[in-house]
Nanobody, 121 residues
Framework: QVQMVESGGGSVQAGGGLVLSCAAS????????TAWFRQAPGKGREWVAS????????????IYSDSVKGRFAFSLDSAKNTVYLQMNSLKPEDTGIYYC??????????WGQGTQVTVSS
């Protein structure tokens, strides 16, 4: 069973930064496709970034949504089986619950509680 446990969220002012962590079990992040999604209040889930170390080992060729490109960075630590999302220059529209998931058998799995990010102006 895949489990992804997010942490590192918090409240920051616009322009600040946070680093989100996601500890994985049931999947090896260094040989899988993983992603970050977010959900803003009253909105649906939005894809934020993906990394595919299964296809593009070891760098994973991270890709980002246009809304975060140049501000967020996706990385992983294979020894800790953990993925990270470095978020810089945060904006109020980045507010939401952030989830990390893995792509297994053609679907994103491991949806957990997520971690709340709140950016104030």
């Amino acid at each position: 069973q895949v489990q992804m446990v997010e942490s590192g969220g918090g409240s920051v002012q616009a322009g600040g930064g946070l680093v989100l962590s996601c500890a994985a079990s049931g999947v090896t992040v260094s040989s899988a496709q993983t992603a970050w999604f977010r959900q803003a209040p009253g909105k649906g889930r939005e894809w934020v970034a993906s990394i595919d170390t299964k296809t593009y080992y070891p760098e994973g060729r991270p890709i980002y949504s246009d809304s975060v490109k140049g501000r967020f960075a996706f990385s992983l630590d294979s020894a800790k089986n953990t993925v990270y999302l470095q978020m810089n220059s945060l904006k109020p529209e980045d507010t939401g619950i952030y989830y990390c998931v893995a792509f297994i058998e053609r679907t994103w799995v491991g949806w957990g509680q997520g971690t709340q990010v709140t950016v104030s102006s």
